[in-house]
């Protein structure tokens, strides 16, 4: 399998607004459910939002719903999470991957290296 390539993180002020990226190249991962998560420093990594395979269903973790929107794009094999009114407990680093919508776990062990969000107050 060929891990997603996460892009689009930086840093960011409160209140600011940031869009990831998530490049999907393997079958593997394209023909599932989509889902980023996200790890901050010395924290497991945790679920933020998952889109279905057709892109008509969507899930997030409560701290993020109403200011978090994940999308995906098949032609192109992407998924994007628009980030809007970031938090500095959204600082973390962001990844990629199929995912068990129902479950809202990875389905798989390659993880890409990530993405780095920083905000800050």
């Known amino acids: 399998q060929v891990s997603p390539a996460e892009s689009g993180g930086g840093l960011v002020q409160a209140g600011e607004s940031l869009r990831l990226s998530c490049l999907a190249s393997?079958?593997?991962?394209?023909?599932?459910?989509m889902g980023w998560f996200r790890q901050a420093p010395g924290k497991n990594r945790e679920f933020v939002a998952a889109?279905?395979?057709?892109?008509?269903?969507?899930r997030y973790a409560p701290s993020v719903k109403g200011r978090f929107t994940i999308s995906r794009n098949n032609a192109q094999h992407t998924v994007s999470l628009q980030m809007d009114n970031l938090k500095p407990e959204d600082t973390a680093v962001y990844f990629c991957?199929?995912?068990?919508?129902?479950?809202?776990?990875?389905?798989?062990?390659?993880w890409g290296r990530g993405t780095h969000v920083t905000v800050s107050l």
């Open positions: 889109v279905t395979l057709a892109g008509s269903n969507t």
């Open positions: 393997d079958r593997a991962f394209r023909s599932n459910a």
């Open positions: 991957n199929a995912v068990n919508y129902t479950q809202k776990t990875g389905l798989y062990t390659s």
